[in-house]
């Protein structure tokens, strides 16, 4: 299967310090995106970033894609209480595939 | 903005019965997504829709089926409910054509929790 993992599952942190999380896949991507989760809701898009693309950034987040090691890292700066959710990574393995390989995801929660 | 729809938040039934789940999606998009979200199992596809009238088997189709009758319209139908299609259900939408990027983002519904007793 091309679905992703994350890792860690779980992450507490206390507000203000910097998240990180990572994502793991198994064949070849054309892009990679990141999803937010807010509990009992659905998924928002925060970021995606194509394969020959090795960094992206947008406000406090932080993306970076290594391809040959088919992983990328989101990392989320200064926390705030509100960036309590669940975040996802997405892969999709060619312009306009239609389909996303979602993973299994990150519980983020940041602690006031 | 972008708007997905889905036709009940929560929803309760008893098994056997006919359960039909909505999506409507207000941008114009050609495809559109059903997915259920389990813990530990991460989002899984049921179907998907290119088009109106077309459809395509996901990873999990079985116990579903769907009807997309309209473009902005995507219904999931569980012919009839069993016990393990309890779960968390997602609809998306995203275009077909245009910049790469902008097909591949997919906009999401705020889920239906489905209990199936």
């Known amino acids: 299967s091309q679905q992703g993992e994350e890792d860690p599952q779980a992450l507490s942190i206390q507000e203000g310090e910097n998240a990180t999380m990572n994502c793991s896949y198994k064949t070849s991507i054309n892009n990679l995106q990141w999803y937010r989760q807010n509990s009992g809701r659905g998924l928002v898009h925060l970021i995606l970033?194509?394969?020959?693309?090795r960094e992206k950034h947008s406000g406090r987040l932080r993306v970076t894609l290594d391809t040959s090691k088919k992983s990328s890292s989101l990392l989320i700066t200064a926390s705030r209480a509100a960036d309590t959710a669940s975040y996802f990574c997405a892969t999709s393995l060619r312009a306009g595939a239609n389909n996303l390989f979602f993973g299994t995801g990150t519980r983020l929660t940041v602690i006031p | 903005d972008v708007k997905v729809t889905q036709s009940s938040r929560y929803l309760v039934k008893r098994t056997g019965e006919k359960v039909f789940l909505e999506c409507v999606q207000d941008?114009?998009?050609?495809?559109m997504f059903w997915y259920r979200q389990d813990p530990g199992l991460g989002l899984r596809l049921i179907y998907f829709?290119?088009?109106?009238?077309?459809?395509e088997k996901g990873d999990i189709p079985e116990g579903y089926s769907v009807s997309r009758e309209k473009k902005e319209r995507f219904s999931l139908i569980l012919e009839s409910a069993s016990t393990n299609q309890t779960s968390m259900y997602l609809c998306a939408s995203s275009f077909k054509r245009g910049l790469a990027g902008e097909v591949d983002t997919q906009y999401f519904g705020p889920g239906t929790r489905l209990t199936v007793l």
């Open positions: 829709s290119y088009d109106v009238k077309m459809k």
């Open positions: 941008m114009d998009h050609e495809n």
């Open positions: 970033i194509r394969s020959n693309e």
